[in-house]
């Protein structure tokens, strides 16, 4: 492994750090909205943005030209229930032992805490000096209890499309008008 010597060092990173929802069984275990967490950051050298998202199948690694993000980051921000902004730190200097997604945005960071969820990294993030991005409907916590009644609905069994739709801010799907279904 080569290493740069400490004068040709580059600052830290800084990172956007996405918290969302998941599909997966296990999501019904964890925090309603903190069931994934994924990260992009701006290579400048490269000029290209890279976004880094475990996954159940390994790692994906999306690498995009600038103007090719302004989408992706829009549908990120969307997708999203929270976002930090966050400065990589270099005290780790391994893997977790855990291989999973909070493990694998935790080496990333260069973070060592106790986190093993989502939600747990959201608020060790927190402590750690990450800042807020502004969110679509982040109002007053307005999208954190959007996410808990679309997780309601999803137990009970409700027409998921119109309740995610409802959770998005976005026009209800044809055939799922309020109070139908």
């Known amino acids: 492994m080569v290493t740069a010597a400490p004068e040709d060092r580059q600052p830290p990173r800084l990172w956007l750090v996405f918290f969302g929802p998941t599909e997966t069984a296990w999501g019904l275990l964890l925090r309603p909205g903190f069931g994934h967490v994924s990260a992009a950051a701006w290579f400048a050298d490269q000029r290209r943005w890279v976004h880094v998202a475990p996954a159940l199948g390994g790692l994906v690694v999306e690498v995009w030209r600038s103007e090719e993000f302004d989408v992706r ?14 400065r990589a730190v270099e005290r780790r200097k391994g893997m977790p032992a855990a291989a999973f997604c909070v493990g694998t945005i935790k080496a990333l960071l260069g973070v060592r805490c106790r986190a093993t969820t989502p939600w747990g990294l959201y608020r060790a993030l927190g402590r750690l000096g990450a800042e807020p991005v502004d969110l679509p409907g982040s109002e007053d916590g307005e999208r954190i209890r959007r996410w808990k009644s679309w997780r309601r609905g999803r137990a009970a069994g409700g027409d998921r499309a119109r309740v995610r739709d409802a959770v998005r801010g976005a026009a209800p799907a044809a055939g799922g008008a309020a109070g139908g279904g």
Do not use: H, P
Request: hydrophobic share 55%; net charge positive; proline share 0%.
């Open 73 to 86: 980051y829009a549908q990120l921000l969307v997708g999203s229930t929270a976002a930090l902004r966050f």
